[in-house]
């Protein structure tokens, strides 16, 4: 499976509340900053999928979203 496009990551920054549970779940995608920020990476491998599913699932504001799936 080779990845082309690919899912896109993407936090609603009205929602977050920065409680930094999807930094927690997958830490490859979302990092919290120490100047309060939420920096996350929007485009994911395979690997990262799973983490930043369960960092959406987790996530007590519901305020990620993940779009689009791997090409076969
Ligand atoms: S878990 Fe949700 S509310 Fe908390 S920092 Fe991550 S995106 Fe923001």
Do not use: H
């Not at 930094?23 to 900053?33: K, N």
């Not at 920020?37 to 395979?46: C, G, H, N, V, W």
Request: aromatic share 8%; with cysteine.
């Amino acid at each position: 499976m080779k990845l082309r496009k690919g899912p896109r990551v993407s936090v609603d920054n009205e929602r977050c509340e920065l409680f930094g549970t999807c930094q927690w779940e997958a830490p490859e995608v979302f990092e919290l900053e120490r100047n309060g920020r939420l920096r996350y990476r929007p485009r994911i491998t395979e690997e990262d999928w799973e983490p930043a599913v369960a960092a959406a699932r987790s996530c007590p504001m519901q305020a990620i979203q993940i779009k689009g799936v791997f090409d076969e």
